[in-house]
């Protein structure tokens, strides 16, 4: 499965509840909740590159499927953290946060789930 594309965020579940459980401040919440953030995933075997554009800022992740590396969140905190492929999901868990994160992809739909104790943040993107 190739993950390469662009992708445009559609709809967000539970995104105010996830942000205030990871700790980012209540001015970054409001201004992220309505922005429609546009990810392109470049993949090259096992090497991946995603660039994450949310309003003027851009993040940049790049990881090697079974490789330790670090990782930004949106906030600017950077993280270690191990990405698998399970099947044909990409799975990470965040180990001083707690929380796993999915990657899917269906046809078009890029759906990413966030998990932290019992709340759940999901993302649907459609490929643009």
Partial sequence: MNFSGKYQVQSQENFEAFMKAV????????????VK??????QNGKHFKITMTTGTKVMVNEFTLG??????????EKFLATVQMEGDKLVTIFKEKGVKSVTELHGDTLIHTMTLGDIVYKRTSKRI
């Fill in 37 to 42: 953030s546009v990810s392109e995933i470049v």
């Fill in 67 to 76: 490789e330790e590396c670090e990782m930004q969140s949106p906030s600017g």
């Fill in 23 to 34: 700790g980012l401040p209540d001015e970054l919440i409001e201004k992220g909740k309505d």
